[in-house]
């Protein structure tokens, strides 16, 4: 146990020097609980998850009551590329289903789909969030993490990953000891919290703090740290796991309205250079990531110089969804935008 403890902590060592924009994977997968293996079942288990999808694919987690899709809701069916079952081990509830449904829906064919029906796809490049949160119990305020609290963290996540997000926790060494306090983080402190903060290389940096104000009532305030902005919200429920919940539901709202493209009927030309690229590997990276781009419909090379090159990218979203992707990258960094689109690569 030591020893897979030991390695733990690396790795979250390692991830904390490399944290940046993620690339989300499992975006077109989901599953849903489901009574039985008959149809009859399966049919409304594959809309279930095809919801979870387009919530996860476009940032809009009411994304089900847009009439102008309703198309694509008849027949959900027409878009799985897979499925199976899976015995579901852990049960919070004893009469809940031990029966789970993962569906895989066709990335290309769902894509065209939201596409023609005018709808915009947030791409797999996503921000990263590195989360602080206090709570009080019994007149003790307390940093929440793994050792001491699992269940707010688990709630946490899984509710980032539903809305196709991904959190970062801290590791609570001596390093965070020495920057920041559970004050810090109870008082919305601004300073410590970005200084504690900046060693995970986050695009986003959430904290909250969670409150029993009665035997019937919770409350969350939250904090979220993005671009510059500071934007604070609340909540208030009967139970802990609901306000937290919906302090990640906002804060997905939150950017989901910062980084997702909302206008995907603008196709824009752009003419992009690319400098420091010395010698073919690094050209092949260059061309393979802006291939991956989600908005970038299609790459073309103009013209090859001695150490940079010229593209042109049909781009969806025109040019501020491109900048706002290449940002979150950590590919290319922008060097001009007035006369020529001007990115170097980085390292």
Same mark, same amino acid.
């Given at each position: ?12 060592? *390692? ?32 809309? +279930? ?16 009551? /847009? ?7 008849? /027949? %959900? ?46 791409? +797999? ?11 009080? +119990? ?53 300073? %410590? ?79 992009? /250079? ?15 990531? *802006? ?5 970038? +419909? ?11 090159? *010229? ?20 590919? *290319? ?10 990115? /170097?690569?980085?390292?």
């Amino acid at each position: 146990m030591k020893f897979r403890i030991t390695i733990l902590a690396f790795l979250l060592a *390692l991830l904390a020097q490399q944290a940046h924009a993620i690339q989300v994977s499992g975006l077109y997968q989901a599953t849903v609980p489901v009574l039985d293996e008959s149809a009859s079942a399966r049919t409304p288990a594959i809309k +279930k998850a095809f919801i979870e999808v387009l919530v996860k694919l476009t940032g809009d987690r009411t994304i089900s009551k /847009r009439a102008d899709i309703n198309t694509l809701f008849e /027949r %959900p069916e027409g878009f799985v590329q897979q499925f199976r079952y899976r015995q579901v081990t852990d049960q919070d509830e004893q009469n809940s289903p031990s029966l789970a449904l993962w569906v895989q829906f066709d990335e290309a064919a769902l894509n065209e789909g939201l596409r023609n029906n005018g709808v915009a796809i947030w791409g +797999k490049e996503r921000p990263s969030i590195v989360v602080w949160l206090a709570y009080e +119990k019994n007149n003790v305020r307390r940093l929440v993490s793994f050792d001491e609290s699992p269940e707010f963290l688990n709630l946490l996540h899984k509710g980032a990953s539903a809305r196709g997000l991904s959190l970062l926790s801290p590791l609570f060494d001596l390093e965070d000891s020495s920057r920041i306090s559970v004050s810090d983080v109870w008082g919305g402190f601004k300073e %410590p919290i970005i200084n504690a903060s900046n060693r995970y290389q986050a695009d986003v940096v959430l904290a909250g703090k969670l409150v029993q104000l009665s035997a019937t009532l919770w409350q969350s305030d939250w904090s979220a740290y993005m671009d510059d902005q500071t934007i604070n919200w609340s909540s208030q429920a009967e139970l802990s796991d609901i306000v937290l919940e919906e302090g990640i539901e906002e804060l997905a709202d939150r950017i989901a309205a910062q980084y997702a493209n909302t206008d995907s009927t603008l196709t824009e030309t752009i003419e992009l /250079r690319v400098t420091d690229i010395n010698n073919v590997d690094e050209y092949a990276r260059a061309l393979s990531y *802006l291939e991956s781009v989600q908005s970038i +419909k299609s790459v073309q090379v103009k013209r090859v110089f001695s150490n940079n090159v *010229l593209f042109e990218l049909v781009n969806r979203g025109g040019l501020t969804a491109f900048e706002q992707s290449v940002a979150l990258g950590k590919t *290319l960094n922008l060097v001009s935008n007035t006369e020529q689109l001007t990115y /170097r690569l980085l390292p």
